[in-house]
């Protein structure tokens, strides 16, 4: 992908684990960026030796942006953060959340922006850190066509698959549900492979029925990654993050009137693991394979 001509100017908070990668290829990609650090610094100092430039406060950096990234925790991040932004969003900005959110903070935030003429969109995000330094993450799109068309260039410079999936919000709704897939299959990889250990096949007999076969899949081979090489690492998304998005699409399906058995039975199973010491920052879903192992006395 060339240089970009584009007079947009690029504001990202949230270089983290996602969010360094995306951020590297806006700014590798021909666009200016401005980002802030947290925490962590490493990714910031990073950044700048890739030409971004660092601001000190989120005012600064809503003043420089015309169009903001957030990639953040949850919708209590984002909410702060943009309230924080507020009164230096210019009219024509728009903000784009690429986090993992509550549905109703993100229409009740695009709401309360568009009456100072501030632009929303949800793009959140799938896949792994691996994909978004590649730039090769999925995006699914929440924004009506204009927003969607003038944010589309710079979600390609980090994205192989864009999905403008509906209407603002729409974005975060799906996630939800592609989130609800991926996590129940881990509770159920762990389950299994817990009952297998108990009846007496290895992890290593159990991967080489399912592996190559219908049920594998990109998501079995990176949770399998630690269940059999002892690849920490392997699928770094944390248990934390998993309990909180199946909490966002329980309360999803809580006000749509939808029972959903299966994923309060798979939040259950993240919810025991995170109350049983699995609540730390390298804490990852694959983990999850260990506590319930543990609690069936393995």
């Not at 924080?84 to 309360?112: F, N």
């Not at 392997?234 to 809580?254: G, I, P, V």
């Not at 694959?286 to 319930?292: V, W």
Request: charged share 20%.
């Amino acid at each position: 992908m060339g240089m970009t001509t584009t007079k947009e100017a690029i504001g990202f908070v949230g270089v983290g684990l996602m969010g360094h990668g995306i951020a590297k290829n806006i700014v590798e990609k021909g666009y200016p960026l401005h980002v802030i650090a947290h925490r962590n610094r490493v990714p910031v100092e990073d950044l700048i030796t890739r030409g971004a430039v660092e601001v000190q406060t989120l005012n600064q950096l809503a003043e420089k942006s015309t169009i903001v990234f957030l990639c953040l925790t949850s919708s209590n991040e984002v909410e702060a953060v943009v309230n924080e932004m507020k009164p230096k969003l210019a009219a024509g900005t728009v903000i784009v959340d690429c986090s993992t959110a509550d549905p109703t903070v993100t229409t009740r935030l695009a709401a309360q922006l568009a009456t100072q003429g501030v632009d929303y969109a949800d793009a959140p995000l799938s896949r792994t850190p691996k994909e978004a330094w590649e730039g090769t993450l999925d995006a699914m799109v929440g924004a009506n066509d204009a927003v969607f068309a003038r944010i589309e260039p710079v979600i390609r410079t980090w994205a192989g698959k864009i999905v403008h999936i509906g209407e603002i919000g729409d974005g975060h709704r799906m996630k939800l549900l592609n989130n609800f897939i991926a996590l129940g299959m881990g509770a159920l990889f762990a389950e299994a492979l817990a009952l297998s250990r108990k009846v007496g096949i290895s992890v290593e007999r159990f991967d080489s029925v399912i592996r190559g076969g219908r049920m594998d899949s990109g998501f079995y081979q990176t949770f399998m990654g630690y269940a059999l090489e002892g690849n920490r690492d392997s699928h770094r998304f944390t248990l934390t993050n998993a309990y909180k998005d199946l909490k966002y699409l329980e309360s999803m399906a809580n006000a749509a009137t939808v029972g959903t058995p299966l994923a309060s039975a798979a939040k259950n199973s993240y919810a025991a693991a995170v109350a049983a010491g699995g609540n730390g920052a390298e804490d990852y879903v694959p983990h999850l394979a260990d506590f319930i192992a543990k609690s069936n006395g393995l």
